[in-house]
């Protein structure tokens, strides 16, 4: 049984243990890295024993900007304890990873997201669709238990926020509310904003000019929309790094012609971590819920931003999504 809480609720939570485990999702973003490491900064300040990790724990070059990445354990690495452990920005279980010897030790499972598509997991959960980012949720948990947001713990979440808002072109006037309030606490915001969203490696340009070559474009798929496809196969993805692949999808998204984009990153052979997202084409071509083909396919996601993961061989997953699209 998972009970629903809010903010407060969340904060009484946290407030009954001395020892917790802060986790985010598989392959994390700035949003999963950034909210779980300004709330496990928040609550080490406030005395608690805190093991802050994901699966498998290597944090990506890009995100290693983010104040307390450095603090990041490996998975493996984190004691079974019989306290708390909280998730953040994960949609579903499966997105923890192999989180299954710490979920079953804890005595209590707080979930903390902001995906519409989460069935409901924990037994305690904070989840709010209207929430810009998880990194919004934890500031919120974070004013209701009187913790103390110093600039480092501000920055971390203010990385959350300016990511999962497309640099604020969506979440409307709250999300530039909690960015006023995360900058006045004192966010560092340009030299963050550079390493997450603009910086690469050199040598990725190189990649990135072979990999385009290889885009498509179906223009009258989904009555009229336009898909913009882009699969990265295993031999470029173990050479890449992460982030360099994950931006990706962004360059997809710029295609004119096409309000649906779909990137297949190939991260072991044969297994696809499939990546949607979709916009709007003007009058009479709304956007497409993307996060039900994703969930569909066994994922999840927004609607404008979604992902699954799928097995196969690229013409196989493509013909898949295709026929899920319409
Ligand atoms: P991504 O394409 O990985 O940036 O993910 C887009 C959105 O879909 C994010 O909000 C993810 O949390 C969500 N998402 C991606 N993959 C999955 C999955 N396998 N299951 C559930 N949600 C997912
Ligand atoms: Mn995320
Ligand atoms: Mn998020």
């Known amino acids: 049984m998972t009970r629903r809480v ?6 009484e939570v946290l407030a009954r243990h001395d020892e917790v485990t802060v986790l985010c999702h598989l392959r994390p973003d700035a949003d999963a890295l950034g909210s779980s490491a300004g709330l496990a900064r928040a609550l080490r300040a406030a005395g608690i024993t805190v093991h802050h990790s994901f699966d498998p724990g290597l944090v ?9 990445a450095d603090l990041v354990v490996s998975l493996d690495d984190v004691p079974v304890h019989h306290g708390l452990v909280v998730t953040l920005d994960c949609a579903s279980a499966d997105r923890v990873g192999g989180w299954e010897r710490l979920r079953t030790a804890a005595s ?7 995906h519409a598509s989460n069935p409901g997991f924990g037994s305690h959960m904070l989840l709010d669709p209207a929430a810009a980012s998880t990194a919004t949720l934890v500031l919120e948990i974070l004013r209701a238990g009187g913790y103390p947001v110093d600039a480092d713990i501000a920055t971390a979440l203010y990385a959350g926020l300016v990511t999962d808002t497309g640099s ?13 309030a995360l900058i006045a606490a004192g966010a560092e915001t340009t030299r963050l904003g550079h390493d997450l969203l603009d910086a690469h490696s050199f040598a990725w340009l190189t990649v990135l000019g072979r990999l385009l070559r290889s885009v498509t474009l179906d223009a009258e798929s989904v009555g009229g929309r336009g898909t913009v496809w882009l699969a990265v196969p295993y031999d470029v993805i173990s050479t890449a790094d992460e982030d360099d692949v994950e931006s990706l999808v962004s360059h997809l998204r710029g295609v004119r012609e096409a309000c649906v984009a779909v990137l297949l990153k190939e991260y072991l052979p044969g297994e696809w971590a499939v990546s949607l997202r979709s916009r709007d084409g003007g009058p009479g071509l709304d956007a497409v819920d993307v996060s039900a083909v994703a969930v569909a396919l066994g994922g999840g996601g927004h609607p404008a931003a979604a992902g699954c993961t799928m097995h196969g061989d690229v013409d196989s997953v493509m013909a898949r999504i295709r026929g899920l699209l319409g």
């Open 168 to 180: 604020f072109r969506w979440g409307g006037p709250g999300a530039h509310d909690t960015a006023s």
């Open 6 to 11: 809010d903010a407060r609720g969340a904060a």
């Open 108 to 114: 209590e499972v707080l979930v903390v997201d902001h």
């Open 60 to 68: 990506p070059a890009g995100l290693s900007g983010i104040p307390g």
